[in-house]
Every structure is written in C-alpha cells, then in structure tokens.
C-alpha cells in the first residue's frame, strides 16, 4: 500500500474512533495537549509527504522503468496462454509513454490495431484521440493507454472469462511498471477486471474507486459513444473529472 492510501485509511479509522467517542448531543471531543499538537501537525507532514511523492523521477529510473516495460512486452508478444494466439496477426501491448501520469484502459484490440500492433487506433481510437487532443489539450503520448487483451478475439466477439484471466497479469505488471497518478477505465470489461464486480458501467461511473491504491474513474468505451454519441457529455463529465483529480487545467 502506497503512503497516500495508508494515510487515507488511517484517517478514516481516526475519524470513526473520533465519532465514537464524542459527547453524544454536543459532538465535541476532548483530547490531551500532546495529541492536539500531533493533530494540528498532521496536515503539515501530509504535505510533506505528497511533496516526497512527487519529486520528479531521476533519468535512470526512467530508463529501468522503460526497460521493464519492453522486457514485459516481449513476454506477451511469446505468449500462448489462451487460444487467441492461434487467429492473431501480432499482440498489441501499449501506446503513449512509460511515466504517465494518467493510464487508459480499454477492453480489447480490433481489427485495425491487430494489424497496426497500437491499441486505439481505429475508429474508436480517433474517439479517444479528440477526447485527450481536443478535449484534455494534451497529447496522446503524454498518457498510456492499453488493453486488457493483449490479442484480438475473432470477429471482435467479447472476450472470454478464461481469455481475462490469462491476460490479466500482464494488465497489473503493466499498471504497476506504470505507477500512474489516476486510471480511467473504458467500459465494462475493463471496469471489471480491475474493479472484480459485476456492475454496469453506467452505476460505476459518475464515482471515484480505487484499484491498489490508484484512484479509478469508469466511463463509458470510444465504441459505444460511436453508436450513443448522446453519452458523450457524460464521458466529458468523467474526463474533467480525472482532470481535477490531476490538477489540469479544463480547457474552455
């Protein structure tokens, strides 16, 4: 657990003893001097903490990262772990850089990324590519994007529960080689995965989650806003959502 979600636990736990044990019609508690100092002292040490979090990464570091990551995509481009080895052209691992700060992830490649290696670039990728160029104001290789399924289904079905699970280890050396600052789950299969629920995306979405310590964000797959564009303002909504969380600016 990283040190910002075991200050966020902690917290928490503080503020449920502190419930407790407050006068019951006044909601007043009375502490020692010792640990009112400790209290007042705490915003101080958080900050501290976050400012340590954020130091920016030495270039060495940066180059093991990347390292690791490459080393990671060679094991998937080797991998028979399911039946989908058997009808891909090439797997599709990733797009964008090692050190963003922001990690998309979708549910699966298709056609055009089983024949180009690079996940989102068909007609949903150009979706998501106006979702970060026109509407974040950045560009696409300032996050990371990836797939759940390394390899194309056939036809583009869904994939299956088995395909998942094989996959899926790649998915968290990925997250974790990454370590981004937020993730933003596109559509059901990806919420799932990292999330292990059942819920849809429309009751996911709208809310942070946490994925080890990541704050998560669902919204809605680039193909399903393609056949529901009226759903594309609620993806706005959870884009400047992620945004704020990040301390971007939202373009007018």
């Known amino acids: 657990m990283d040190r910002e979600a075991l200050y966020r636990e902690i917290l928490e736990e503080t503020r449920e003893l502190a419930r407790r044990a407050a006068h019951p ?5 009375h502490v020692s001097p010792e640990t009112k100092s400790l209290l007042e002292g705490a915003p101080a040490a958080r900050q501290k903490a976050q400012a340590a979090t954020s130091a920016p990464e030495s270039p060495a570091a940066s180059d093991e990262r990347e390292a690791a990551l490459a080393e990671l995509a060679n094991r998937v481009a080797a991998c028979r772990q399911c039946g989908l080895c058997e009808s891909r052209r090439q797997t599709v691992f990733a797009d964008g850089s ?43 290789e300032e996050v ?16 299956s529960p088995e395909e998942v699970v094989a996959c899926e280890p790649y998915l ?12 933003c789950a596109l559509g059901a299969y990806a919420a799932r995965s990292l999330l292990k629920t059942e819920a849809s995306v429309g009751s996911l979405r709208g809310k942070w989650h946490d994925y080890q310590g990541i704050p998560l964000r669902v919204t809605y ?3 399903y806003l393609l056949r529901n564009p009226a759903d594309k303002r609620k993806t706005w909504e959870d884009i400047q959502a992620v945004m704020q969380r990040l301390g971007m600016p939202i373009p007018a």
Do not use: W
Not at 107 to 129: C, H, I, K, N, Y
Not at 172 to 183: F, M
């Open 221 to 223: 797959h680039p193909s």
């Open 25 to 29: 019609h006044r909601g007043t508690l």
């Open 144 to 159: 990371y994007i990836c797939n759940v399924i390394k390899c194309r289904p056939p036809d583009n079905r869904n994939p």
């Open 98 to 140: 090692p050190t963003a700060r922001l990690v998309f992830v979708g549910e699966a490649p298709g056609s055009e990324e089983d024949r180009q290696g690079v996940p989102f670039v068909g007609r949903a990728g150009q979706l998501l590519t106006d979702i970060i160029v026109k509407g974040m104001g950045i560009r696409r």
């Open 172 to 183: 968290i050396e990925q997250l974790t080689l990454v370590q981004p600052e937020a993730i």
